[in-house]
Structures are given as structure tokens and as C-alpha cells.
């Protein structure tokens, strides 16, 4: 009889997780992002598209 171990569950999901990072990896390559510097004109598109807006805001102290 072969001597057989239980495969750990956590090994799974990283195995699962690895798999699925690399069939998203390409799409998410793919997407771009349409920087507006302008705040208003950001506004503006965004009530046209219905879409919301994200402010990306650092400082360098």
C-alpha cells in the first residue's frame, strides 16, 4: 500500500490563488486609467458617465 499524505488545505489555496493571479494578470494589464488633473473638469465627466470620482492625494514632508 503507498504511503499517502492529505494534501494541507492551505497549499490549495495557493495553488488556487496563484492560477487565478495569472489568468487576471494580462486583462488587469491591459486596463487603463484616464487622469484628469483638472477637478472641475473630473466633475464634469464623471456626472456625464455617471461615474465616480477618485482624488489621489500625498504630500512629500
Known sequence: M????PTSSW???ILMGAAVFLLLAP????AQ?????DFEEALRQAAEKDQFVV???SASW
Open 2 to 5: 503507498a504511503d499517502t499524505k
Open 33 to 37: 486609467v484616464a487622469w484628469v488633473t
Open 55 to 57: 482624488l489621489d492625494i
Open 27 to 30: 486583462a488587469c494589464a491591459r
Open 11 to 13: 497549499k490549495n489555496w
